[in-house]
């Protein structure tokens, strides 16, 4: 986003991690059974996820108000990108990820969820008209079908899943697609510039030309994590993290504690 700009659209596709978190886990998924095991395998796996990305994370919401599903979260956000032209529903991801895996809410409810759009300035009403709809409920299936039927090139590099009882790509995953149509795609983790060589390939353009300052970077997203303003400003950790407390100390931005790590606001 910020070194690409306006060369990239974007259009989220909700890959729909769990009908029922109460099922249990199969597959690949260490066969956990039981509600305690399967909270306890994903606690696990969110702070292994933790210390790969050195993102804020807090699993506890596993053992304090667990969800039920990740499908109403999928379907609110297709709803908001149903008004959010210009971003496709990302400030509402956003919202949605930081209530969920920072901050302890149980977003799997139509209320809860309408709340988060409250928060997030949608339009309320008709936020809840659209996430009610048949047009939601196809949409949404419509992306579990494409991250359910991995592309040949995903199947050559051997990044297919076996996940309840299917295939499914593997998170995150992304498809470059090129003015011509053609496809180029990073599926599963990567570094940066394997992610940045295939938007180059599909005919984007690095635009960037001044780097941002952490102030600047925490400005335009709202909230943002240590690990993200080293990216988006190109900082090294001990930098990164110097300048974002002097900018706390000088009561420019607000430190938001998470059990992994921190957040960062404008004060």
Avoid at 229 to 235: F, G, K, Q, S, T
Wanted: glycine share 10%.
């Amino acid at each position: 986003m910020v070194e690409f700009g306006t060369e990239l659209s974007w259009s989220w596709v909700m890959g729909g991690l769990a009908r029922d978190y109460t099922q249990g886990l199969s597959g690949g998924d260490a066969g956990a059974s039981g509600d305690d095991a399967v909270y306890a395998f994903l606690t696990r796996r969110w702070l292994q996820a933790a210390e790969w990305g050195r993102m804020p994370l807090d699993p506890l919401i596993w053992h304090e108000g667990p969800l039920s599903s990740s499908y109403p979260a999928c379907m609110a956000v297709k709803a908001a990108a149903e008004q959010s032209p210009d971003d496709d529903g990302y400030r509402y991801l956003r919202a949605l990820r930081e209530g969920i895996l920072c901050f302890r809410r149980k977003l799997d409810t139509t209320e809860a969820l309408v709340e988060e759009a409250r928060r997030t300035g949608l339009d309320v009403q008709r936020f809840r008209i659209d996430l009610g709809s048949h047009a939601i409920v196809e949409a949404f299936g419509a992306d579990l079908e494409l991250t359910r039927n991995p592309p040949e090139t995903a199947r050559r590099e051997g990044k297919v899943e076996q996940r309840h009882g299917g295939e499914r790509l593997p998170f995150p995953s992304a498809v470059f697609i090129g003015e011509d149509g053609s496809e180029h795609g990073v599926f599963g983790r990567a570094p940066y510039e394997t992610w940045a060589a295939a938007a180059e390939a599909a005919g984007a353009r690095r635009t960037r030309e001044d780097q941002l300052s952490p102030l600047e970077a925490v400005h335009r997203f709202g909230r943002i994590a240590t690990a993200e303003v080293e990216a988006v400003c190109d900082l090294p950790t001990p930098r990164a993290a110097a300048k974002l407390w002097e900018l706390a100390s000088d009561w420019k931005l607000k430190p938001v504690r998470v059990l992994t790590g921190w957040l960062w606001e404008p004060a």
